[in-house]
């Protein structure tokens, strides 16, 4: 946010993706390699494991190995295939992918079957990360190393890769005695100490035995909690005590809103309608009459923020008329699951047949953290205005990953407009913060959230009341 050409600070950015000056956190990555079955990916799962950190993203090379044509798959199929060569790779996806993942967006993972030596038709989708943990025979190729802020070396005795790879490939990987021992000799031992050994060099860290190596798991883990808090990464447990300690002094206290956020005008109208769905003792059949009633004026209210241009139209008397038309090929809905979803009915009355995708995040009762469980997205929503809803917003933590989410998906931050009945100071200054082109839009501001992460004054658990479930 720039006014008079000063940037307007109001919080220190929120997790995962910013930091305390609002510019995108690099995720931290590390590059893990060894040779065939030293354990790199055991290593890579205890590192997870023992980091107290969301968002952690293994990718595994081998999901990056190249189609064969027809004679090569034969060549595979009677183990004459040479796996074990940095050119059997994709090598220029694997950089994209990487280059996408530093920079937190999300990437399609192709899906690779050991048993038919080919690519699954679907992909698997891994979204923006705090860490990404890459591994593979070749992962220290040259033009990878640029990605990776740390390299780790898996040193393990030939005899026991030899003698896990026969176990592995044999129970996992559809292959018999005689074919593994023929490829490993062939293929797999020239390789390793071809390519992988003389790799060693270029290492940080080299971890012998693999995974059972529990110091030297602990040291990589140290290193990485370090570089993150170097970094400013903050995550939702220290979240309370900083964003108390960040709003004081902050436009929050003294009552100034960031410029992105609208407000209904507070007529006795509409405080009217929030008396009935504050009200603890009104029904749930009320509290559902008032609230749609509201999400209504609020998605009208929406709407108008939206860009028009002026047309010229003839009544049917034939008299020119001036009006207004919305200025845009393409509006879509999505929902925040579960309370979003309520205010879809409201949107698609004053929408024609509008497009509704939904994203299910919830908060990890372990870590707090929020969660991607579910997405589904309308097709064609990076060209489209995005109206994004949920019916209440609290810390803004759910809405500041489905705003994410949608940027992933080639959304422009300045076509969403994120939608709330109530929204509490704490996550508007949060969101407004991480993504200043984001219009955030309600019917009402309420001050404070509590150490539970509650609104105050707050409307409750609109989910539970609407739903007239209990709560959890
Ligand atoms: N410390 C260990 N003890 C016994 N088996 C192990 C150990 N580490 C890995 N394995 C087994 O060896 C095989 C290869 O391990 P993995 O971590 O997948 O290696 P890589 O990713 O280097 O190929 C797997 O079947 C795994 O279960
Ligand atoms: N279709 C394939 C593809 C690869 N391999 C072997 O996998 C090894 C790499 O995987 P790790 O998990 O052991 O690192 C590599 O040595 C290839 O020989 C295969 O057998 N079939």
New binding site residues.
């Given amino acids: 946010v720039v006014r008079s050409g000063k940037r307007i600070i109001f919080t220190s950015g929120r997790p995962p993706w910013y930091d305390s000056s609002g510019q995108l956190k690099e995720a931290f990555v590390i590059g893990i390699t060894g040779g065939?079955?030293?354990g790199?990916?055991s290593v890579a799962k205890k590192i997870i494991e023992a980091l107290d950190v969301p968002w952690v993203s293994l990718i595994?090379?081998?999901s990056f190995?190249k189609e064969l044509n027809k004679e090569e798959l034969q060549q595979?199929k009677d183990c004459n295939y040479n796996?074990?060569l940095p050119t059997?790779f994709d090598l220029e996806l694997i950089a994209s992918t990487m280059k996408r993942l530093r920079e937190g967006k999300n990437v399609e993972i192709p899906i690779?079957n050991?048993t038919k030596?080919q690519r699954d038709k679907k992909k698997k989708t891994i979204y923006g990360a705090n860490v990404v943990i890459f591994e593979?025979?070749f992962a220290f190729q040259p033009e990878l190393l640029k990605f990776m802020d740390c390299k780790v070396f898996v040193d393990t005795d030939s005899d026991i890769r030899l003698a896990r790879?026969l176990r592995?490939?044999i129970l996992e990987?559809g292959?018999d005695v005689r074919g593994v021992l023929k490829?490993y000799m062939t293929?797999?031992k020239p390789?390793y100490d071809l390519y992988i050994d003389t790799t060693k060099n270029v290492a940080d860290i080299i971890v012998p035995r693999g995974g059972e190596n529990e110091v030297g798991v602990n040291l990589i883990v140290n290193l990485i909690n370090q570089r993150l808090q170097e970094r400013g990464f903050l995550f939702r447990s220290q979240l309370k005590q900083n964003m108390q300690h960040q709003l004081s002094g902050q436009p929050s206290t003294t009552g100034n809103l960031p410029p992105s956020v609208r407000v209904i005008d507070r007529t006795s109208h509409i405080i009217g309608l929030h008396t009935f769905i504050r009200n603890k003792d009104t029904t749930r059949d009320e509290f559902i009459f008032y609230s749609r009633r509201l999400m209504r004026i609020l998605i009208e209210f929406a709407l108008s923020l939206l860009p028009f241009k002026k047309v010229t139209i003839d009544t049917p008397q034939n008299i020119k008329y001036e009006g207004m038309r919305m200025n845009s090929n393409n509006i879509c809905g999505v929902s925040i699951l579960r309370a979003g979803e309520t205010m879809e009915p409201a949107l698609c009355d004053v929408c024609k047949d509008i497009s509704i995708g939904k994203i299910l995040i919830q908060t990890n009762n372990e870590t707090g953290e929020p969660e991607l469980h579910y997405l589904r997205l309308p097709r064609n929503i990076k060209d489209s205005h995005v109206i994004l809803m949920d019916a209440t917003m609290a810390t803004g933590a759910a809405a500041l990953m489905a705003i994410r989410i949608l940027l992933d998906h080639d959304v422009l931050d300045e076509n969403i407009l994120l939608i709330s009945l109530v929204m509490a100071l704490p996550g508007i200054h949060a969101v407004a913060y991480a993504f200043p082109g984001v219009q955030l839009v309600t019917t009402e501001i309420d001050k404070d959230i509590n150490d539970s992460f509650h609104i105050l004054p707050g409307i409750g658990n609109f989910g539970d009341r609407y739903f007239g479930t209990e709560p959890l």
């Fill in positions: 065939s079955a030293s790199k990916t595994c090379m081998d190995y595979a796996f074990d059997s690779y050991f030596h593979g025979i790879r592995r490939d990987r292959r490829q293929f797999v390789a």
